[in-house]
């Protein structure tokens, strides 16, 4: 790689630390890299640039925002600036690697990269790809846009259709004729004309199909989803959708290169990226949690089998799996009562218990109906604990009287809640 290639990224100011992330993990592994390493940003702080700028000598920052990305679609013939805020917050953003088409005066080569992406190996291939070169998504995600495409009047075929997380493009593109203007000019179409979401990604189709040029398929390890099998193996590793390697657990533990990319952005004067708020309910952010709750999964998953079809009926299991007790309502019935399955430090015995929450129940009497009907089945022996919000009716059983008890906890719960 020459000093005549960029790579190039686009970034909010709110996510200073996916570019900086981004950056160190892909020098880490490609030191040789001599070429520029060009931001696209809204506005990123003068400390995050400095950063930026120690990982990066060769840094070249450019503004680019909702304004840049307006006046572009504007002079393209956007009728309306609304239409732009179908794309939500980061749209414009998407519409940033439409200015590297006009760079080949400065630059043989350049590499648009998703600031959701990590780098987990060498990469010196991406430069000689093309002149124009993207993951080809399948052929399905193409013919579900047919209507989109013929809203233009353009038929679906030709090129395959990009995930424009990675797109190279080299100098001999000034040669075809594709420029910047006409990636806006077909961008403000599908804007303005179709009900398109993946605009970036249908005006690069279109604009390879309609002027005939040859795109060369990436393959799928240099543009790899991180949420498909072989994703740890990938050279490039794309974190799509919403679940980022900074937001959702799963991401950040399974992918320890993307937080030493992180911590090599810290160390060189980033901010450190905020704590992970998604799938927190299912995989927590501590580790030793995210053991605990998949201990429990695994626990009643294998269980389920042999004692699911055993249990009776009218009652529906709440799904959640990664908790120690696995609840169960009555059909029918509000969520303020139910039978609980609990895991015990035996794995051959279950704690069973009949539990109600005071606050949720319509009828305050329940309880003291559900100790009437206990009274009356002198085969259950179920002590009565009272809590700060819960009240509960507790016994342990081996796992073979586990169906027959829960049937008779069953018979009792709905007795009282009949009244």
């Known amino acids: 790689m020459t000093a ?30 001599s070429g520029d390493i060009v931001v696209l940003h809204d506005g ?24 840049t990305a307006l006046s572009r679609l504007a002079t393209a013939g956007l009728p309306d600036p609304a239409m ?26 350049v590499v648009w990269m998703d600031a959701d992406i990590l780098v987990q190996a060498p990469v010196p291939d991406l430069w000689q790809a093309g002149p124009l070169a993207w993951r080809a998504l399948p052929q399905g995600a193409l013919d579900r846009r047919r209507d989109v495409l013929a809203a233009l009047g353009h038929p679906a075929g030709g090129v395959p259709l990009p995930n424009a997380g990675v797109v190279v493009a080299r100098a001999a593109l000034r040669t075809k004729g594709l420029r910047t203007a006409d990636l806006y000019a077909l961008a403000a179409r599908l804007l303005a004309q179709t009900p398109a979401r993946s605009v970036d990604e249908l005006a690069l189709w279109l604009a390879a199909s ?18 498909q099998p072989g994703s740890h193996s990938a050279r490039i590793v794309h974190a799509i959708g919403p679940d980022k390697f900074w937001n959702a657990p799963p991401l950040r533990q399974g992918f320890a290169g993307w937080d030493r990319a992180h911590t090599a952005w810290v160390a060189a004067g980033g901010t450190v990226a905020p704590a992970p708020d998604r799938l927190l309910d299912v995989h927590p952010a501590d580790p030793a949690t995210a053991l605990t709750f998949a201990r429990n ?120 809640m009949e009244g």
């Open 210 to 227: 309609a002027g005939g040029l040859t795109v060369q398929p990436l393959p799928q390890d240099l543009n790899h989803p991180a949420d």
């Open 84 to 109: 732009l805020d179908r794309l939500g917050r980061w749209g414009a953003m998407t519409l940033a690697k439409f200015e590297m088409f006009d760079w080949f005066d400065r630059y043989d080569a």
């Open 44 to 67: 990123l702080s003068d400390a995050a640039l400095a950063a930026l700028s120690r990982l990066a000598p060769r840094l070249v920052p450019l503004p680019y925002d909702r304004a």
């Open 297 to 416: 999964r695994a626990f009643w998953t294998g269980l389920w089998p042999v004692l699911g079809p055993a249990l009776p009926r009218g009652m529906w299991p709440d799904l959640r799996t990664e908790r120690a007790f696995q609840r169960h309502y009555p059909a029918g019935a509000a969520r303020g009562a139910w039978v609980d399955l609990g895991r015990t430090a035996s794995p051959r015995r279950l704690r069973l218990s009949i539990g109600v929450e005071p606050r949720k129940l319509a009828d305050p009497a329940l309880p003291a109906r559900i100790d009437t009907a206990l009274a009356r089945s002198p085969e259950l022996t179920l002590p009565r604990h009272d809590g700060r919000r819960l009240i509960e009716w507790t016994t342990e059983k081996p796992l073979d009287e586990v169906a027959e008890t829960v049937q008779s906890l069953r018979d009792v719960l709905t007795l009282a």
């Open 4 to 33: 005549g290639t960029a790579l190039v990224l686009g970034v909010t100011g709110n996510l200073d630390f996916a570019a900086g992330a981004l950056i160190a993990g892909f020098l880490h592994h490609n030191p040789e890299f």
